[in-house]
Structure formats: structure tokens, C-alpha cells
């Protein structure tokens, strides 16, 4: 009999939600409605139209009974972003956006608190500014009152799910990437929040990916035109519902997530957490079924995504396909940069701060949007491929395969450029990696898979893989010795 779940797939600029049908042999996926994520900034704080989702989340649900109904729902977002909500169980503002200014600088005042060695001990995750803990310090320092009156702090998906439900949890993969969780013991840190003056019990009960949170409340119910279905907390995170889909079976890969960024790892049984792994700055996340995702974030498409819209606003309106033929046209190895250097953070002129950041290294100093393009992709390229060397060098193995799976996985230019940076084989696809996660997820929490390894087996049968072999490995390995020049 077939199985028919509904996944709710949240990125940075999109959402959709998408029907994936499991015939016992194959799932197949249907898009049955589409929108935009839009952050909106208001009196210089950047906010996300979380309602405006909320709206967009009940739209797919009667599109979903409209294209023949469904048997349970799963969502997943990026991390670090959360909602508060007050003794009430009100909203009481919408979800900040996560490159909103309000934690800059914050990392190092933190360390005054507690080290750096201490949080990253307790933790296992990567320092960026942008995460929950110095979300909630800057909360703290900046408006205080808002924590004092939260009753619950709940991340995007399990907000969403809250909405749908009225149910509270935090799942425990979109809950790891907070830096508050401690990694041995899979509870929040109650030693990190004590050190930092936040309060223990605004943290829901931490529940594991697959557990069925509560059914459609009946006003959900009326207002769609649909039947009490279970919500499912899926693995919330994005990135961890993407590496549950990676079509490898026996559990020694390396993957690339590639979208608006990059996640670049593999999956472990057990975390890694030492000297190494500190100064390389890499992060364990919670994965499906007690799993760690050990992995490195690095700003990915987010490069070409802004600078295209960039060059939209003066008026030339280039499509991807545009683009990728000026960089290929335009001459290699010129110019680099550090795709994660702090100024590439922010929306804005990205164009720009490619031409500064390569005039203040000393480089040749790119004009043209071809050549710009060409920076970009090759730096991203370059990226992977340091970040493959600390990888392969924190957990002592080689990986002979990289399996490139999400959007980016119809960026063939830049498959091919890690590849060739790289020096390995690329199996790109699925393309809709985080989807089929949620997908796999909802069935196993139905039994109607066995496990992971069958999960994948499925995956791998359900998509097209397309191969890149490495080419130019000389020249590549040449330039690399110059882009190590500038980002160390």
C-alpha cells in the first residue's frame, strides 16, 4: 500500500511543501505549493515573517488534501533561530533573523565568561556569531526583560510544529546546533546557562528525531479541510534531514550539503571533540538515531545568490546559467578569497566586497562580473577542498567519494570545480536531499521502513546520480598554494 507523507522544506530565501510518495520499492516527490522566505528589517533589526509562513504552511496543507491527501506532516528549517513564547503560550515577537547585527562581537565577550576550550568541551560546536547561545547573550546583555517574561524558547520547526499541534518540544538534531546542548549527555547545559545568567527552564523537553509530537489541533483541522494527522519531529535541522538522505550505504562518506551554505562532513557514531578539532573550528551536530553529523559550515551559494541580486539592483538581471558562462569565459587562478570572511556575511554589495577584500591581500583585483564570478566559484572550490584535508585529518580516514547532495547539486560548474580541487570522485544528487530526509524519517517513525541503511537504499534507488571525475589536478594543486596564502 502506498505511503503518503508531507514535508514542509524551509531554506533561507524559499519554502515548499512536497508530497513524497513511498510505493515499497521507490518514493517519488510532489510539489504541491511553493513561496517565498522573505526577511523583512524593521527599525535596523532583520525579522523573520515567521506568520507569513505560518499562512504559507496551511496553504500547502490544502493543497496537499487538494492533490490526494496525506497520512502525517514533517518540517525542517535551518538552525539557530527561535521563537518566545510567554506564559500565555503568545508569540512575543517574530524570530530575529540570524544575520541580524545583534551578536557581533559577542564571541570573544563570551569567552570572558566561560573560555573558548570550556564551551567548545561541553558542546562540540562550531564558533559562529550567529548561534543561539549568542543569540540569547545578546538578549540577555541588550533586553532582558524579554527572557525574564518567556514561559518556552522554541527553535523554527518545532515553532512551526507548536502552531500546528499546540504541542511543545525541541528536536533534538535543530536543538544541537544552539551551542547549548551538552554533547554528553544530549540535555541542555545547565553549567554553560548558569554561566551565562539564562534561565533553565524556558528549554522544552529535548525529544529525538522521529517522535510523533501530537495531532492537528481541530481548529488546523476545520480551517484546511483535513483529518487529525500526526505531526512528525523530524530530524529539523535541514542539514541533518539532507545527511539522512546521503545514498551511501555503508556509512564511510563524506558529504557536501551544498544550498545557501555548505555543509561540509560525514557522519559519525560517536563525536569527535579535542585540540584539532577545536582550531579547525568544526562542529558535532545531532543526527537521526544517535548519529553526529561532523561537519563544517562554510558560506556557500549565499555568495553568488546575494551578488546576482546585487547586480539585479543596478539593473543587469543575469541568470545563474549567465553567470556560470562569464566565469567559465574569464581566466583561472587569478584572484581569491575566504568565502567565509566575516564581511561576506551581511546582505549587500557582495560584488564589491570581493573587489576590496581582494585589493586589501594584495591580488589582482577583478572587474568584470565574469571575473568575479570566477573568484567566487573557484575560492568556494578551494574551500571545499581545506576543509576536506582538516576532515579527512580530525577522523583519520579517506574518503575516495564526495557526495554532493541539495540545490547545489544543478551548480555543475561548481561540482566539477570540487572535483578538480578536491582530487575526488563527486556523486551529486538527490537533488532534493533535505526532502527526502524528512520524507525517510516520517516513514520510519510509521514502520513503513526499517531503518536508516534501508532508508538510504531507497534514496539511492529513488534518484538520479550524475559522476564528476577530477581533471587539471596539477594546476588546481599549484593555485592552492596561493589561496592558502590568503586565508591563513
Known amino acids: 500500500m502506498t505511503k503518503r507523507v508531507l514535508a514542509f522544506d524551509f531554506g533561507a530565501s524559499s519554502g515548499r511543501a512536497i508530497i513524497g510518495c513511498f510505493d515499497g520499492d521507490k518514493i517519488t516527490l510532489e510539489e504541491v505549493h511553493r513561496f517565498s522566505n522573505d526577511p523583512v528589517s524593521v527599525g535596523g533589526t532583520v525579522y523573520w515573517d515567521v506568520l507569513r509562513l505560518f499562512h504559507e504552511i496551511k ?97 523554527m520547526p518545532d515553532l512551526f510544529a507548536y502552531m500546528l499541534t499546540g504541542k511543545m518540544c525541541a528536536e533534538y538534531s535543530i536543538a544541537s546546533t544552539s551551542q547549548i546542548i551538552d554533547l554528553q549527555t544530549g540535555s541542555w547545559s545547565k553549567e554553560l546557562l548558569d554561566a551565562f545568567g539564562i534561565k533553565e527552564d524556558i528549554f522544552a523537553p529535548i525529544v529525538k528525531p522521529g517522535t510523533v509530537l501530537g495531532n492537528l489541533t481541530s481548529e488546523i483541522c476545520e480551517e484546511c479541510g483535513v483529518d487529525p494527522v500526526p505531526v512528525i519531529s523530524v530530524c529539523g535541522h535541514d542539514t541533518q534531514s539532507a545527511i539522512t538522505s546521503v545514498p551511501c550505504e555503508d556509512g564511510n562518506f563524506a558529504f557536501l550539503s551544498s544550498g545557501t551554505w555548505s555543509l561540509f562532513g560525514t557522519e559519525l557514531e560517536k563525536p569527535i571533540v579535542n585540540e584539532t578539532s577545536l582550531n579547525i573550528n568544526i562542529t558535532n551536530e545531532g543526527g537521526f538515531d544517535g548519529t553526529v553529523g561532523f561537519l563544517k559550515n562554510i558560506i556557500g551559494l549565499w555568495l553568488i545568490q546575494e551578488s546576482r541580486r546585487q547586480w539585479q539592483r543596478q539593473g543587469e538581471d543575469y541568470s545563474y546559467a549567465d553567470l556560470e558562462k562569464l566565469a567559465l569565459a574569464a581566466e583561472p587562478f587569478k584572484c581569491f578569497i575566504d568565502p567565509d570572511a566575516p564581511e561576506f556575511v551581511p546582505h549587500g554589495n557582495i560584488p564589491k566586497r570581493v573587489q576590496e577584500f581582494c585589493e586589501k591581500t594584495g591580488q589582482y583585483v577583478p572587474q568584470t562580473v565574469g571575473e568575479i564570478m570566477r573568484c567566487i566559484y573557484e575560492s568556494l572550490a578551494m574551500k571545499y577542498k581545506l576543509t576536506f584535508e582538516k576532515l579527512c585529518e580530525c577522523t583519520e580516514r579517506d574518503y575516495p567519494v564526495i557526495h554532493v547532495i541539495g540545490g547545489g547539486t544543478k551548480d555543475t560548474l561548481l561540482c566539477q570545480l570540487t572535483a578538480n580541487s578536491c582530487n575526488r570522485t563527486v556523486k551529486a544528487g538527490p537533488i532534493e536531499a533535505t526532502v527526502m530526509g524528512n520524507v525517510a524519517v516520517q516513514l520510519m517513525s510509521a514502520d513503513a521502513v526499517s531503518g536508516i541503511s534501508e532508508a538510504r537504499k531507497i534514496v539511492a534507488n529513488s534518484s538520479e546520480l550524475k559522476v564528476y571525475e577530477p581533471a587539471e589536478v596539477d594546476k588546481w594543486e599549484d593555485a592552492y598554494k596561493d589561496f592558502i596564502k590568503i586565508v591563513k
Do not use: C
Not at 488534501?65 to 512575543?92: C, H, N, P, Q, Y
Not at 558542546?123 to 546583555?141: A, C, R, V
Open 59 to 155: 496553504q500547502g496543507i490544502i493543497k496537499a488534501r487538494m492533490a490526494g491527501g496525506f497520512d502525517s506532516i514533517g518540517i525542517d528549517t535551518w538552525g539557530v533561530d527561535f521563537g518566545l513564547i510567554d506564559s500565555e503560550g503568545k508569540l512575543m515577537e517574530n524570530p530575529i533573523h540570524y544575520r541580524d547585527a545583534r551578536t557581533v562581537g559577542l564571541v570573544d565577550e563570551a569567552f570572558k565568561t566561560m573560555p573558548r576550550e570550556k564551551i567548545y568541551g561541553i558542546t562540540g560546536i562550531q564558533f559562529m556569531e550567529l548561534n543561539t547561545l549568542f543569540q540569547l547573550i545578546s538578549l540577555k546583555k541588550n533586553r532582558p526583560w524579554m527572557l525574564e517574561r518567556a514561559d518556552k524558547m522554541l527553535f
